[in-house]
């Protein structure tokens, strides 16, 4: 697969692009406007200059890199030709549904649809489509460019061919592909929501400050980033989310999420991305 399209120019569709594009890649990064595309390669850009300022690429390299990534607002057009369309817009199934049933109108039959879903039923997703063995979830980390690992989710259609495509360019990407099959959260944040979630109930009844949870967590756990700050850096309202679809998924009561977390994400406190979470980051 040599032609990629990613659909959606934030942090996550960029990173995609970017890794898609080192890796040599043509890419061309999909979104609804000039400003957002322009934002997105003015990242790219960015962090690709840090390996230059460091010394582990040249400007020409740099430019290499860019230069295979092609900013478009016209999708139907960049889809026509794709061999694999990857979606990263928001984490909303209408949204996903509503792109997937329209991407399998446009794009070549034999073209994989891949989904960078947090937690959505891949699935649900493949129903929209009339190519549902073609449809697959690659989970990318983030920060993109320097996490190895892909969670690439096989909803109940996905064909062994289709995982085997998918594998192959996420090896292509300098990634570790590792495979899950179609549960709500699949691995990564079925495990890591309620350990966040847990830690903000700590906060919420009073157990010690936020510093101390955090604390005790990155010494006694051996974690990079406490909690409270890993929520943060993801987003109070992507957390909050994957909650949701955790709780409605498995309906079990142990995935609530913690009041203090919807009412911080009803207050517009999303965390870095806002200025304000856990922590204060306008200074």
């Known amino acids: 697969m040599n032609k990629i399209v990613v659909i959606g120019g934030g942090t996550m569709g960029n990173g995609i692009a970017h890794t898609a594009a080192a890796a040599g890649l043509d890419v061309?990064?999909?979104?609804?406007t000039e400003e957002i595309l322009r934002r997105a390669v003015s990242t790219i850009t960015s962090n690709l200059q840090r390996g230059v300022d460091k010394g582990k690429m040249t400007a020409e390299e740099r430019d290499a890199v860019v230069g295979r990534i092609r900013p478009t607002i016209d999708m139907n057009g960049a889809v026509a030709d794709a061999d694999i369309v990857i979606e990263a817009i928001i984490e909303k199934l209408e949204a996903k549904t509503q792109l997937f049933e329209t991407l399998d109108g446009v794009a070549r039959p034999e073209c994989i649809l891949a989904s960078n879903t947090s937690s959505?039923?891949?699935t649900k997703i493949a129903a929209a489509t009339?190519?549902?063995?073609?449809?697959?979830?690659?989970?990318?980390m983030n920060p993109v460019p320097v996490m190895t690992l892909v969670e690439?989710?096989?909803g109940i259609a996905t064909s062994d061919d289709t995982w085997l495509k998918v594998e192959d360019l996420a090896k292509r990407m300098?990634?570790?592909p590792i495979e899950v099959n179609d549960y709500p959260g699949f691995i990564s944040n079925r495990v890591l929501m309620p350990m966040i979630n847990e830690a903000i109930f700590t906060l919420y009844e009073g157990v010690a400050t936020r510093e101390a949870i955090d604390g005790v967590m990155k010494l006694g756990m051996n974690h990079p980033m406490g909690p409270l700050t890993l929520a943060d850096f993801i987003g109070l309202?992507?957390?909050?989310?994957i909650l949701r679809v955790l709780e409605e998924g498995f309906g079990d009561p142990k995935y609530r999420?913690?009041?203090l977390l919807v009412k911080m994400v009803d207050a517009g406190w999303l965390g870095k991305k806002s200025g304000r979470g856990f922590y204060d980051y306008r200074k």
């Open 174 to 176: 300098g990634k570790t």
């Open 237 to 241: 309202d992507v957390c909050l989310a």
């Open 120 to 122: 959505i039923s891949i």
């Open 257 to 259: 999420p913690c009041p």
């Open 28 to 32: 061309s990064l999909v979104d609804v």
């Open 152 to 154: 690439v989710i096989r």
């Open 130 to 140: 009339k190519r549902p063995d073609k449809v697959i979830g690659m989970h990318f």
